[in-house]
């Protein structure tokens, strides 16, 4: 028979439930402690997942982009277009109602001619000095690859332009660069733009 008393055993039995019941609240911490653990890596993870599409959507958007510049050439009579990213296939180049010159589309090279558009803007700054620079702005609508895919953009581009007095032979009108003024626009915005700013006499 067991030398203890009842006090001893109610002792040694409130000593045991003590036990179990620290290692059952050490169980559950631990259970708590692993569900935040793993939930934390989970929403790490789904936040990695969703900067890595973010940053592919927004290297994909900027390599589909299009940025023209332009590379002047016979002496200031032409301008060629270019792209650094993509290669350009057709061209439309829309001018200001105003103006009088009908919409160009090279048909070979993506180029900007001062023949188009020479007459009229001679004639409008006559009776001025020879020597004069401007901007005529232009609607520039491009089609181009983008990998494998056929994309279009457009957007009004300042033409700059200067004249210079020749001898015996009037004026002459010659192309300096291109500026981009606007992503995207039409017609309507850019006779406002040229009705705004066309050069006086």
Do not use: C
Request: hydrophobic share 40%; charged share 30%.
């Amino acid at each position: 028979m067991s030398s203890e008393t009842p006090t001893e055993r109610r002792e040694a039995a409130a000593t045991r439930r003590r036990w179990v019941t620290l290692a059952e609240v050490v169980a559950v911490a631990g259970v708590l402690i692993a569900a935040l653990t793993l939930w934390t890596n989970w929403s790490e993870h789904r936040a990695d997942e969703a900067d890595k599409i973010a940053a592919q959507s927004s290297a994909a958007r900027e390599r589909s982009r299009i940025e023209l510049s332009a590379i002047v050439q016979d002496g200031g009579d032409t301008l060629l277009l270019k792209d650094a990213r993509h290669d350009l296939q057709d061209v439309t180049i829309t001018f200001p109602r105003a103006l009088g010159v009908s919409p160009q589309r090279p048909p070979a090279e993506p180029v900007i001619e001062g023949a188009w558009f020479s007459a009229p803007l001679l004639t409008l700054t006559d009776g001025g000095s020879d020597d004069r620079a401007g901007r005529l702005p232009v609607l520039v609508s491009v089609q181009y690859f983008d990998g494998d895919t056929t994309r279009s953009a457009s957007g009004i581009y300042d033409v700059i332009w200067k004249t210079e007095g020749r001898m015996l032979r009037g004026r002459a009108l010659k192309l300096e660069g291109l500026r981009v003024r606007q992503r995207g626009g039409d017609q309507a915005k850019l006779d406002a733009i040229w009705a705004r700013e066309k050069p006086a006499a």
